[in-house]
């Protein structure tokens, strides 16, 4: 038997055992140990097997995209044992190996003496032949328990002592091994069909008029008859009457609880408290001050020592950074140009590795504009500043006109290994639309638009509203008007998937 405890991925905790010889692991749902196909996207459709060969566990990939990673390394096959860690593509979900302890040689049953059972089918005819000879030497006749037909083994052995008669007599002379009930009645099991005796006979009239045994206790007399209920009085209308004013009290009463629950629900979302608003003369620092510090530069390091901006990202948990998937795509272009890729930030003593990265699963860059473009980097340590991110009736909330503000990078070289300060534009949101351009409303609309002047480093960048929420990421590459940004529930699902 071997379990696997998933440690990471969008089904962490998940517990899954088995007792077969080949388990596959992949994001396709026929898989044994099925990953979320639109979060952990490291992992490929069919990604590795597990294999019981000669009593040993061994991993094997299945020519996956990103490899699969045994304790840190990445291996093609491998032997398991407990306490290995599993990793299904660089970053995506992983597993610790849990395997139950081999059984060092063949398994016997233990003898049937020992466990203090008589023989069943275990018989074989060469053991039931011998004592079925001396069953019937004793006796005198046949022996009253035969092999079944074909040489099976008996399921019983034969009496001591082997008489014809397989029932007995019971003890006290009465010739039928059931006796009559109490009263003298008949047998209640009669003669066989066809007039033989059979094993049982019908007892005489002596052992019908026997006195019962001494452990025989009479039926217990019956009961005193209760005195029987009087019927209701004849006022059937007062019933009625009575019934009638029960449901009317019940319909009252639901009425009562209904609208009790309405004000209860209606009073909680009217006196919601409203977020505060920014105030227009120092919405710009602010935005500085409290989201500058969660905004990274994504820079590779060029062999100058100078850093080309790649994009912006900002955190969202003290491990993630949310930026776009054409970000995302910048990076594994130039880390397999075996270029160096980090976020920066001003103050902070060095830069920041990435880790992992993760993709929205319906992004695809060969599409033209822009459709979930969205992208995650798992950092290499920990973040301590975040942005503040919305619920879905806060982004349902927003209004065309109202202000926005894009934390952002210029997209210029810098020189020196020290990232540039982050800038904050201000614009105004726009009309929202669908990713194919259509104009919506804020209720289900997945593009926000706005005025807020911003760099073609800004790509990923947070887009906040006038209340200091980040709604949307910044997805326009080059500087346009308006701009397109995602709005942040793309995101939240992104993250969502990935799990803890």
Not at 10 to 30: C, M, N, Q, S, W
Not at 105 to 116: D, F, I, N, V
Not at 130 to 149: K, L, T, Y
Request: aromatic share 4%; hydrophobic share 40%.
């Amino acid at each position: 038997m071997i379990r696997f405890h998933q440690t990471f991925g969008a089904h962490a905790g998940r517990v899954v055992t088995f007792e077969k010889d080949v388990i596959t692991f992949g994001r396709l749902p026929t898989c044994d140990v099925a990953f979320d196909a639109r979060a952990d996207i490291d992992a490929s459709a069919q990604h590795a097997e597990v294999r019981r060969e000669q009593g040993a566990w061994y991993v094997l990939d299945a020519n996956s995209r990103n490899g699969t990673w045994l304790n840190g390394q990445r291996v093609s096959r491998a032997a398991l044992a407990s306490g290995d860690e599993l990793e299904l593509g660089r970053g995506g979900p992983r597993l610790r190996v849990e395997i139950a302890q081999p059984v060092t040689g063949p398994m016997e049953a233990p003898p049937r003496a020992a466990l203090g059972l008589l023989p069943t089918a275990q018989w074989t005819p060469e053991e039931f032949a011998p004592v079925a000879a001396q069953a019937a030497q004793a006796g005198g006749g046949a022996a009253s328990v035969r092999p079944p037909p074909g040489g099976g083994s008996g399921s019983m052995r034969p009496p001591p002592g082997g008489g014809a008669a397989s029932v007995r007599p019971p003890p006290g002379g009465g010739s039928g091994s059931i006796r009559p009930p109490p009263g003298g009645g008949a047998a209640s099991v009669r003669p066989p069909p066809g007039g033989g005796s059979g094993s049982i006979r019908p007892p005489s009239n002596a052992a019908a008029n026997a006195p019962p045994p001494a452990h025989y206790a009479p039926p217990p007399a019956p009961l005193a008859p209760k005195t029987p209920l009087r019927p209701p009085p004849s006022g059937g209308l007062g019933l009625g009457v009575a019934v009638l004013v029960g449901a009317v009290a019940l319909l009252f009463a639901a009425l009562a609880a209904g609208v009790l629950v309405w004000r209860l629900s209606t009073t909680s979302a009217s006196h919601a408290p409203p977020r505060p608003r920014l105030p227009p003369g120092s919405a710009v620092d602010l935005v500085a001050a409290t989201v500058g510090p969660a905004t990274y530069l994504v820079a590779a390091h060029s062999p100058d020592g100078s850093l080309q901006p790649l994009c912006t990202a900002f955190a969202v948990r003290s491990d993630l950074v949310a930026t776009t998937g054409h970000c995302v795509k910048r990076i594994e272009q130039a880390r397999a140009a075996g270029t160096a890729v980090d976020l920066l930030r001003p103050g902070l003593p060095g830069p920041v590795g990435i880790a992992a990265m993760y993709l929205h699963p319906a992004f695809d860059p060969a599409v033209a504009g822009v459709s979930h473009d969205i992208g995650v980097l798992r950092t290499a340590g920990p973040l301590a500043a975040l942005v503040t991110l919305p619920t879905l009736d806060d982004l349902r909330a927003l209004t065309p006109g109202s202000a926005a503000y894009v934390v952002t990078y210029l997209g210029a070289p810098t020189q020196g290994p020290a990232a540039p300060r982050p800038v904050v534009v201000a614009g105004a949101l726009g009309t929202p639309e669908h990713f194919d351009g259509t104009p919506s409303a804020f209720d289900d609309a997945q593009l926000v638009p706005h005025s807020a002047p911003v760099e073609e480093g800004g790509m990923g960048a947070p887009v906040l509203d006038d209340t200091g929420l980040v709604i949307a990421v910044h997805a326009s590459e080059q500087r346009t008007t308006p701009s397109l940004s995602v709005r942040a529930d793309v995101l939240l699902a992104l993250i969502a998937g990935l799990g803890a």
